[in-house]
């Protein structure tokens, strides 16, 4: 898994949002190709995001608007999504793990694999990420890395847009 550096900040910079002790989040942008996933944005809640103490529902029209944009730009699709955890670790909830099937599930999406990335917060408050593959018959984690030029030389596996 790689998350390109643009990607990173946005995650960081909104996560520090749940200073609240409220859920945040967005979606993940990128490309799964035969060397692996490569996340190169992430959005940001949108003006009609539902934030709760332990529960987070973006705003549709901002992802799908993302979404389109990021197309268009460079191939992304939609591989995943980030939320917080302003309680507690960064590992998936039952409620994170139950959403993430039902994307999985839906035959409509088309995904094979999920990313999930759960935003935390050390003892000094600092920004940590997890990151984690969702998969039909496990979740498991995984360590993610900066983007590298030799991955963007790779041949992409596109779902529909």
């Not at 670790?89 to 793990?97: A, I, L, N």
């Not at 035959?107 to 039909?136: K, M, N, Q």
């Not at 590298?148 to 596109?158: D, E, H, I, K």
């Amino acid at each position: 898994m790689v998350i390109d550096d643009v990607a990173l900040t946005t995650m960081v910079r909104e996560a520090a949002r749940s200073v609240d002790g409220l859920e945040t989040g967005g979606i993940l942008l990128g490309v799964d190709s035969t060397d692996g996933m490569l996340i190169r944005h992430a959005g940001g809640p949108g003006p009609k995001a539902q934030r709760g103490e332990r529960t987070f529902l973006r705003d549709l029209d901002h992802a799908q608007n993302l979404a389109r944009s990021a197309w268009a730009e460079d191939g992304s699709q939609w591989v995943g999504e980030w939320h917080t955890h302003p309680t507690g670790g960064p590992s998936p909830s039952e409620v994170d793990c139950r959403s993430y099937m039902r994307h999985l599930n839906d035959v409509d999406l088309g995904f094979e694999e999920f990313v999930a990335i759960i935003a935390g917060f050390d003892s000094s408050g600092g920004v940590i990420l997890a990151t984690w593959l969702i998969e039909r018959d496990r979740i498991r984690p995984v360590a993610a890395e900066k983007l590298t030029p030799s991955f963007l030389q790779t041949n992409s596996r596109r779902r529909k847009p």
